[in-house]
């Protein structure tokens, strides 16, 4: 596909920082309104020829391997960002969750706050995201094959009372769709799905984008600095191109999706003295409000085979728990999904549940072949202590200081991650399992959420309704860093459907000549 280049002194343009699924699918909105679109990403240009069935290689070839420092975190540096490695779960939130502070009151030690949005705004665009990535039970897709490790869950389930059971809502196509054909159950999805199956803006919105002529994909360029004028709006970036040199791109406006950990530190680090404690952070909450999923992982040894590694790594999941109900000893809700893992991704897994070493470690692995896996997506309260800041002292090849990651769960999580985990017990159990395992603690930062969150009033947040930031016109924010709250189901769906919003907000804009 032919790349469209623009130029360095071309301040028509809109920068978009990042291609995965807020990056990749707001250039390909823009781009196909007709606007003209640079977009930069840190990481390689692969292609499917790249993908192998190898976690271990692939982490290599589009993990964010920098260095960070603190709590863990487990991300992608490529094009096409972590949709390359996400496993393909695709649900709405729920209604109450763009109100949580009204729904469930002031959590003590939270910076809880309601979406400046509401579900039935947002739906419109979640129908076009679903198209979009073809999800199954959607748009003439069928549901998604329902797999042994599937069974296992949903048997069990139906046991012990549980109705809400669905192996539909993910964007992994059931049927062949979109030039893309249907999931051959291989099972090495956090390494990239080797037949593009996977819904990944790699193979999906990038090349769609450069088909328009409006659209110019820069890979292996990393913004260092976003850049603006002494009346406070943006006027480009500064960024690292793929030789090392330091180029500086004019822009009309710029959008920021780098992934939560990533877009905190270059807002933070672009301070200036208009702009002293960093883009957007007039309000103090730049880089805070750092949230995750609340997750716990289960394994129980079988009666009979099950060989989970064959087929999608999460297919369907379990709506039972999602509701909000203060008697269960905390608040917000959480899905029940089933979960599968080659054996070497096991080995890591491991570590975070009651059987690390030794004999219990290796009855697990001896009992692989009859291991089912489940695990919990729930609603991570946000907090002001937990927040992505910049080393004093500790900085990259490029002079950036080097992220820091804090992250604590709260005692509200905590006491989530019980409930889920005598529920996982109970699943398994009533369909025979014979051993059992869950995890603890906080686990590694996938689904990276908060840092610059909506909020109705600036005092309470970094953007606005439309991602924009509060005190800068020509500045957005278009990943999961927008999330005013966590909510409880995987944030990709709800970060594409973010990103069509905002593309049509800016388009008017635009077109109102108030970009």
């Given at each position: ?30 781009a ?15 292609s ?21 420092l ?14 390359m490695r996400w ?11 763009f ?49 042994s ?12 009372g549980y109705?809400?059971i669905?192996h ?22 956090f ?26 994909l820069r ?8 850049l ?16 090392g040199n ?19 530190r ?19 909450h ?6 995750r999923?609340?997750?716990?992982f ?55 549940i009651?059987a ?20 919990i997506?729930?609603?991570?309260p ?16 490029f ?25 996982m017990?109970?699943i398994l ?21 908060g840092v610059a ?9 970094v ?24 909510a ?8 594409v459907?973010l990103?069509?919003r ?8 635009m ?5």
């Amino acid at each position: 596909m032919e790349n469209k280049q623009f130029d360095l002194a071309d301040d028509s343009v809109v920068v978009v920082i990042g291609s995965g699924a807020g990056g990749g699918t707001l250039s390909n909105e823009l781009a196909q309104k007709g606007i003209r679109v640079v977009c930069l990403e840190a990481g390689n240009h692969m292609s499917l020829a790249d993908v192998e069935n190898d976690p271990v290689l692939m982490n290599q070839r589009m993990g964010w391997l920098d260095k960070r420092l603190g709590s863990s975190t487990w991300n992608c540096k490529t094009v096409g960002g972590t949709t390359m490695r996400w496993s393909g779960i695709a649900a709405r939130f729920a209604e109450h969750e763009f109100r949580a502070r009204t729904t469930y009151g002031e959590l003590e030690g939270t910076s809880l706050i309601d979406w400046p949005i509401n579900l039935q705004e947002l739906e419109p665009y979640y129908a076009r995201a679903e198209d979009k990535m073809s999800v199954s039970g959607t748009n003439g897709q069928p549901a998604s094959f329902p797999h042994s490790n599937y069974k296992v869950m949903a048997a069990g389930a139906r046991k012990i009372g549980y109705t809400h059971i669905t192996h539909q809502g993910m964007a992994i196509n059931s049927a062949p769709r979109d030039g893309r054909p249907p999931c051959m159950q291989i099972g090495f999805c956090f390494s990239g799905c080797k037949i593009g199956a996977k819904w990944s803006t790699l193979y999906t919105e990038i090349p769609k984008a450069q088909a328009t002529g409006n659209f110019e994909l820069r890979a292996g360029c990393r913004v260092l600095q976003v850049l603006h004028n002494n009346a406070g709006k943006v006027t480009g970036v500064i960024y690292a191109d793929a030789e090392g040199n330091i180029q500086e791109q004019k822009a009309r406006a710029v959008a920021v999706a780098g992934n939560a950990v990533e877009t905190a530190r270059l807002l933070q680090h672009s301070a200036s003295a208009l702009f002293p404690q960093g883009l957007g952070n007039h309000s103090g909450h730049l880089g805070r409000n750092y949230m995750r999923h609340v997750m716990t992982f289960a394994m129980g040894v079988m009666p009979g085979e099950v060989n989970f590694h064959r087929g999608a790594r999460q297919t369907g999941h379990i709506e039972d728990e999602l509701h909000h109900d203060a008697s269960r000893g905390f608040a917000g809700g959480y899905y029940i999904e089933p979960i599968a893992s080659d054996p070497v991704t096991l080995r890591s897994i491991g570590k975070g549940i009651a059987a690390p070493w030794g004999e219990e470690a290796a009855e697990m692995m001896e009992n692989y072949k009859y291991l089912a896996g489940l695990n919990i997506s729930g609603e991570d309260p946000p907090q002001l202590s937990n927040a992505i800041e910049l080393h004093a002292t500790e900085k990259d090849q490029f002079g950036v200081p080097i992220p820091m990651v804090k992250y604590n769960l709260h005692d509200n999580s905590i006491a989530m991650q019980r409930h889920g985990n005598r529920q996982m017990k109970r699943i398994l159990e009533a369909v025979g399992a014979k051993k059992f395992w869950s995890s603890t603690g906080e686990g590694a930062g996938s689904h990276n959420m908060g840092v610059a969150r909506m909020s109705a009033k600036p005092k309470d947040g970094v953007t606005n309704r439309w991602g924009q930031v509060h005190e800068i016109p020509n500045l957005f924010v278009s990943d999961g860093s927008l999330f005013s709250t966590s909510a409880a189901a995987n944030p990709t769906l709800t970060i594409v459907a973010l990103a069509i919003r905002q593309a049509e907000h800016i388009a008017e804009r635009m077109t109102r000549r108030e970009l």
